[in-house]
C-alpha cells in the first residue's frame, strides 16, 4: 500500500537545542563573569542615577507597551519616533526628528562642562507581519530611560561630558545605522551602548556580519514543448546556483551562514523562462572570513549562468551591509558590574553557543566606535527570536523588568565612562588594539 502523502510538515526534532541548553546551564554554573579594573563613576552618583532611571519607569514601561501596541516597519517608524519625542518632552528635553538625512531618526543630547561625549542608540522598527518579534519596543525603552538617568547626572552636575540619545531606524534588513555613520552621526563620539533582549543575559555575544546578493538570470523564452532545444532556462540557473550554494555549505567555517529564496521563477510551465531571480544572504563572523565566503558565493552564482548558457547580474548589498559586532569588553565589564546591582548575572563570552546569533547594524558603529550590545533576557530558553512567541515575550512581565533593569545597566555604564578618565583610555586603549576605526566603506566597496 503507497503511504499517504503527508500535508502538514513534519515537527522539527529539538532535542539538538535541548543539548545546548544543557550545556549552557552547565557552563553558566561555573563560569566567571568578566570583572572590571576600573571603580567607575562614584556610588553616590551611581545611586542617584539609578533612582532617576526607576522615577521614570512609569513612562518607559508605557512607551514600551504603545510602541509593542503600534508596530511600525523599516523605515516607517513615524509614530515610533514622535512617541519617543514626545516622552521627552514631558521631562524637559528637546529633540530632533528626521535627523541625519532620515526621516525617521532622532537625535536628543544633554550636556554638562567638558568631557567624553557617550551615545545611547534606541532601535524601534519592527517586523513585517510579527510586529515586535525582535523585542525592539524593549530596546527603545531601555535607551530612553538610560538617556534620561545620564541626562539627570549631567543637569545635576555631579558629571561632565555629554550623553547623546539617537534613534536608529530600521535595524532589520534596511541598515540604518550606516546611513546615519555616513552621515557623521557618530563623530566626536566617544563610546556607544544599547542592549538586545533575548533569552539569556550575556555581556557580550558574536553577531555575524551580513552581505546580500541579488542574481537575476537572464535566458531565452521558448514553447517548453514544441521547442524547448531553443531556450535558456533562467530558472534552471537559478535552481543550479541554489544547488551549488547548497555544497558550499559542507566547505565553510562553523559560523558561516548562507539562505536563499527564489522570488521569480517564471510564469507558466509551458514557457522557458528567461528571467528568473534569487536573493542569498552571506554572513560569516570575522570581516576577512566575510570577504572570503562572498567571494566563494559570487563564483558558484557566475558558474551558474555559464553551465545554463544564461547571462547574470549580480547585484551585492541593495541595502548597507551589516559588519560582525566588534565588542568592548572593557565596557562590557562594567556592565557587567552594573547587572550584577540589578540582581542578574550577565554571562561572559564562550558560555552561550555563537551558532545562536543573527546580525545587526551595530556591528558597523562598533568598528568606528567602542560599543557595546548586551543581550537581556526575556523569554524562556525554548523561545527564538524573531517568532510570535518571542513578540509575545517582549510585552510580558519578564520585559518590563528587562527595561528597568536595562536602561540602568546602560545608563550607569555610560556614566562610568564620562566620570572615570582610566576607564575611558582603557576603552580606548582595547578598540586600538583590536583594528582602530575600520574603512567600512572601503571595505565594502
Known amino acids: 500500500m503507497t503511504a499517504p502523502v503527508p500535508t502538514r510538515p513534519t515537527t522539527p526534532d529539538g532535542s539538538y537545542l535541548e543539548g545546548v ?8 554554573a561555573t563560569a566567571t563573569p568578566l570583572r572590571s579594573a576600573h571603580a567607575g563613576a562614584p556610588a553616590a552618583l551611581l545611586d542617584a542615577t539609578e533612582a532617576a532611571v526607576e522615577a521614570a519607569a512609569d513612562d518607559l514601561l508605557a512607551l514600551s507597551h504603545d510602541l509593542h501596541a503600534h508596530p511600525e516597519e523599516a523605515f516607517a517608524e513615524h509614530r515610533s519616533a514622535r512617541a519617543v519625542a514626545d516622552l521627552l518632552a514631558r521631562h524637559g528635553v528637546g529633540a530632533a526628528v528626521g535627523v541625519h538625512g532620515l526621516d525617521t531618526a532622532l537625535r536628543a543630547s544633554v550636556s554638562h562642562g567638558d568631557g567624553p561625549t557617550v551615545a545611547v542608540l534606541a532601535e524601534y522598527d519592527a517586523l513585517p507581519g510579527l510586529g515586535h518579534g525582535c523585542g525592539h519596543n524593549v530596546i527603545c525603552a531601555t535607551a530612553v530611560g538610560a538617556f534620561l538617568g545620564l541626562a539627570h547626572a549631567l543637569r545635576s552636575g555631579a558629571a561632565g561630558g555629554t550623553a547623546v540619545l539617537l534613534g536608529t531606524p530600521a535595524e532589520e534588513g534596511g541598515g540604518g545605522k550606516e546611513f546615519l555613520a555616513r552621515a557623521g552621526a557618530f563623530d566626536g563620539v566617544d563610546a556607544v551602548v544599547m542592549l538586545h533582549p533575548f533569552s539569556y543575559d550575556v555581556a557580550a555575544q558574536p553577531f555575524l556580519g551580513r552581505r546580500q ?19 535558456r532556462n533562467a530558472l534552471d540557473a537559478v535552481v543550479a546556483g541554489y544547488n551549488g ?6 566547505h565553510t567555517t562553523p559560523d558561516d551562514r548562507v539562505h536563499g529564496i527564489v522570488l521569480d521563477g517564471g510564469r507558466r510551465p509551458n514557457v522557458v523562462p528567461d528571467r528568473a531571480v534569487a536573493e542569498y544572504y552571506v554572513r560569516s563572523a570575522e570581516p576577512a572570513t566575510l570577504a572570503d565566503l562572498c567571494a566563494r558565493v559570487d563564483l558558484v552564482l557566475r558558474a551558474a549562468a555559464a553551465m ?11 541595502q548597507p551591509a551589516y559588519l560582525p559586532i566588534r565588542a568592548n569588553l572593557e565596557l562590557a565589564a562594567r556592565w557587567t558590574a552594573h547587572q550584577a546591582r540589578r540582581g542578574r548575572t550577565s554571562l561572559p563570552p564562550g558560555v552561550v553557543p555563537t551558532t545562536l546569533t543573527g546580525s545587526t547594524d551595530l556591528g558597523n558603529v562598533s568598528v568606528r566606535v567602542p560599543a557595546i550590545h548586551p543581550m537581556l533576557a526575556v523569554s524562556s530558553p525554548d523561545v527564538s527570536l524573531h517568532t510570535a512567541a518571542f513578540a509575545a515575550a517582549a510585552a510580558s512581565p519578564a520585559a518590563d523588568a528587562a527595561v528597568l533593569d536595562g536602561a540602568v545597566g546602560l545608563a550607569l555604564t555610560a556614566l562610568d565612562v564620562l566620570a572615570d578618565p582610566g576607564l575611558l583610555a582603557a576603552v580606548r586603549a582595547e578598540f586600538e588594539a583590536a583594528g582602530g576605526v575600520m574603512d567600512v566603506e572601503g571595505f565594502l566597496g
Not at 535566458?219 to 531553443?230: E, L
Not at 550554494?245 to 559542507?250: E, G, T, Y
Open 21 to 28: 541548553r544543557t550545556g549552557i546551564d552547565r557552563a553558566a
Open 213 to 231: 546578493v541579488r542574481a537575476t538570470y537572464h535566458g531565452v523564452a521558448a514553447h517548453a514543448a514544441a521547442q524547448p532545444f531553443m531556450g
Open 245 to 250: 550554494i547548497a555544497m558550499l555549505r559542507q
Open 308 to 318: 545554463t548558457g544564461t547571462g547574470v547580474e549580480l547585484e551585492w548589498d541593495r
